[in-house]
């Protein structure tokens, strides 16, 4: 099996508070920096948008995440009210 190298990235785990912007920029172009020094044979798309990175904005996606699930069960389930309403209705 062919030895890998691991970018050296700061620690994330177990961190207490969350990155700064300058502290996250820092994490963000050490990544891409890491990714282009990839052997461009075994990981072409990672070299492909390792410049990418740098301008990643992770929290922005995982908003846009969460609103994709909300809209997902605001359009599966009733309302409340018209849970209620429904229910007084139709209370079988």
């Given at each position: 099996m062919p030895e890998r190298h691991h970018a050296e990235l700061p620690a994330h785990r177990g961190r207490q508070r969350p990155l700064?912007?300058?502290d996250r920029t820092r994490f963000l172009d050490t990544a891409s920096k890491a990714?282009?020094?990839?052997?461009?044979g075994e990981y072409p798309f990672v070299r492909a948008i390792a410049e990418q990175m740098r301008g990643h904005d992770d929290r922005e996606q995982f908003l846009a995440g969460i609103d994709l699930v909300l809209t997902?069960?605001?359009?599966?389930h009733p309302s409340s009210e018209a849970a209620v309403d429904q229910t007084?209705?139709?209370p079988r």
């Open positions: 700064s912007e300058a990714w282009q020094d990839l052997d461009p997902g069960i605001t359009a599966r007084l209705h139709d």
